[in-house]
């Protein structure tokens, strides 16, 4: 019997009433009458389509805690804000030619420097691998444990870390600041909220100082800034940095996680089941109860899991997430649940990691009898790394082979070429050449492809036999104007590749650059 083939018996059945029964017609009319929703009965749920989609924002007061996480947190937080604020003033001597600052972006001489390496804006490119190598380095991230960019090393988080650790210090721990919230304003409350917001507005203060001390020699920079002869970007900039760290770290916090930061929604759509997440692992915490409730359930021959439902996983975490409802968007997976869950394991004389690194497909495992199962190495994770790799000794081969001298050719536009008095042809052309090292150079320049042409470099009166003699200071480019001169006849409508060879006469190996000479 097929799934329909009750309904038109029914419909018969009701549309021919038994005796004492309504018909189908006032069925129907009845139905239009009567209200969906009984009188004084809750409507029905909206459906969760309907649901707004922004919720007011509920207060976070993490409460202080301590354990593995928290200190790899702690190490990661002084690492990386160390480097940030103090990097500027790390020196790195390149001789009297170039600055003396370790890392700089010099926009006046469109240089950017780290280190020994000096970039040159014909080398960006070294930028576009270095962005590969980050998304690719965020991706393998992502897929062997989850979301450990945002719990550990986005600036957001610890930014947000070092704002919730000052107002602990100045508000107190989560019990104390919440019973002062909910208390009128007194003078210490006042005095409390005006130190943490004085504090606050220092370190985003000086987070906005460090960023543009990246741009200038930071001890003139800094003299500069303190005597108001800094340039008005200067103190533009430091006060836009100011401002989105202030509210960004000490007001906003989560909501960027939660709402404004694309990242976890990319991650959501790169995982999958093999990557390690934060888990509560309800197999073993579930049933949940409180401790005596447990120890009872237990009497009794009843089942009952290691969660006793304190609720210290909720109260320390910075997003104010309930990790035992499963994932969630708003988890940062900053590990601190776990070490919330160990102290309290610990007391309880219960094993550690009841919160862990792990996945959904494990606790099935271990569901079903079966041992837990961490797969690292699979194709995802090899590919990243590869591309890693890959793109990682491309650029440090480019850097070890890195040229001192280069040379670049633009021909002229407008007009492509001249006939002289003689009848012989001119092209006009824009070379540049390029001399990247710390000295100053001269090199001959050539021209190969075009037989018996002549060769001029306005504005130069050296030769190094019929080769003109171009001197570029050290660190700079120099364009000049090159003038072609063919003396031979050339078939109508000709287009001769030609070469553009610089040869320095200091020693080293020839540059070249290829263009046309173009005929009537
Ligand atoms: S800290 Fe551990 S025991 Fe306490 S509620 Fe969270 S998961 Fe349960
Ligand atoms: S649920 Fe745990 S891991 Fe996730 S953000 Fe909160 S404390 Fe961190």
């Given at each position: 019997m097929g799934p329909g083939s009750g309904i038109a018996p029914a419909l018969a059945a009701a549309a021919s009433p038994q005796p004492g029964q309504p018909a189908l017609a006032a069925l129907v009319e009845d139905a239009a009458r009567t209200p969906l929703i009984p009188q004084g009965a809750e409507p029905f749920p909206p459906d969760d389509d309907e649901q707004p989609l922004y919720a007011a924002r509920t207060k976070v007061y993490p409460q202080r805690v301590t354990g593995t996480y928290r200190r790899a947190k702690w190490a990661i937080?002084?690492?990386?804000?160390g480097i940030y604020y103090l990097l500027p003033f790390v020196r790195w001597d390149r001789g009297p030619h170039a600055p003396s600052q370790a890392v700089?972006?010099?926009?006046?001489?469109?240089?950017?420097?780290?280190?020994?390496?000096?970039?040159?804006?014909?080398?960006?490119?070294?930028?576009?691998?270095?962005?590969?190598?980050?998304?690719?380095?965020?991706?393998?991230?992502?897929?062997?444990?989850g979301r450990l960019w945002c719990g550990y090393l986005c600036p957001q988080t610890v930014w947000t870390?070092?704002?919730?650790?000052?107002?602990?210090?100045?508000?107190?721990?989560?019990?104390?600041?919440l019973q002062r919230d909910r208390q009128p304003w007194t003078l210490e409350r006042m005095a409390r909220a005006g130190a943490k917001h004085f504090l606050w507005l220092m370190v985003a203060?000086?987070?906005?100082?460090?960023?543009?001390?990246?741009?200038?020699?930071?001890?003139?920079?800094?003299?500069d800034l303190a005597t108001f002869q800094a340039p008005f970007v200067a103190y533009v900039f430091i006060g836009l940095l100011?401002?989105?760290?202030?509210?960004?770290?000490?007001?906003?916090?989560?909501?960027?996680?939660?709402?404004?930061?694309?990242?976890?929604?990319?991650?959501?759509?790169?995982?999958?089941?093999?990557?390690?997440?934060?888990?509560y692992?309800?197999?073993?915490?579930?049933?949940r109860a409180s401790l005596k409730k447990a120890a009872e359930r237990r009497e009794q021959g009843l089942p009952a899991g290691d969660c006793i439902e304190c609720l210290q996983c909720v109260h320390v975490c910075p997003t104010g997430v309930d990790i035992r409802n499963g994932p969630d968007l708003g988890c940062i997976q900053c590990g601190l649940c776990i070490d919330a869950c160990d102290a309290v394991m610990k007391k309880i004389g219960r094993p550690a990691r009841l919160i862990a690194y792990d996945t959904d497909l494990n606790i099935k495992r271990r569901q079903q009898g079966l041992s837990s199962f961490y797969?690292?190495?699979?194709?995802?994770?090899?590919?990243?790394?590869?591309?890693?790799?890959?793109?990682?000794?491309?650029?440090?081969?480019?850097?070890?082979?890195?040229?001192?001298?280069?040379?670049?050719?633009?021909?002229?536009?407008?007009?492509?070429?001249?006939r002289l008095a003689d009848g012989s042809l001119r092209n006009a052309f824009a070379v540049r050449v390029l001399n990247k090292s710390l000295e100053a150079r001269t090199f001959a320049l050539s021209v190969s492809g075009l037989e018996g042409a002549d060769l001029d470099v306005i504005g130069s009166s050296s030769f190094s036999g019929a080769n003109p003699l171009i001197e570029v200071g050290p660190d700079q480019s120099r364009e000049?104007?090159?003038?072609?001169?063919?003396?031979?006849?050339?078939?109508?409508?000709?287009?001769?590749?030609?070469?553009?060879?610089?040869?320095?006469?200091?020693?080293?190996t020839a540059a070249s650059a290829s263009d046309h000479f173009i005929g009537p």
């Open positions: 937080l002084f690492v990386t804000l700089l972006v010099d926009f006046p001489n469109r240089r950017f420097y780290f280190f020994f390496i000096e970039i040159w804006p014909q080398e960006f490119y070294y930028l576009t691998g270095l962005l590969i190598i980050a998304a690719m380095t965020l991706f393998l991230m992502n897929a062997v444990a870390d070092l704002f919730q650790a000052i107002e602990r210090w100045t508000e107190g721990d989560r019990r104390e600041h203060w000086w987070t906005g100082g460090a960023w543009v001390l990246y741009f200038g020699d930071a001890p003139t920079l800094v003299r100011t401002f989105t760290t202030y509210a960004l770290a000490g007001w906003m916090r989560e909501q960027v996680c939660v709402y404004m930061c694309p990242w976890p929604r990319i991650q959501a759509a790169l995982t999958d089941e093999y990557a390690l997440n934060v888990t692992r309800y197999d073993r915490g579930e049933p797969h690292i190495v699979r194709t995802r994770t090899v590919l990243y790394t590869v591309i890693i790799a890959v793109v990682g000794a491309v650029m440090l081969y480019a850097l070890a082979t890195r040229r001192n001298d280069a040379v670049s050719v633009i021909h002229d536009r407008n007009p492509l070429f001249v000049v104007r090159v003038l072609v001169t063919a003396r031979e006849p050339l078939a109508a409508g000709a287009s001769v590749p030609i070469i553009f060879t610089i040869v320095p006469r200091t020693g080293g």
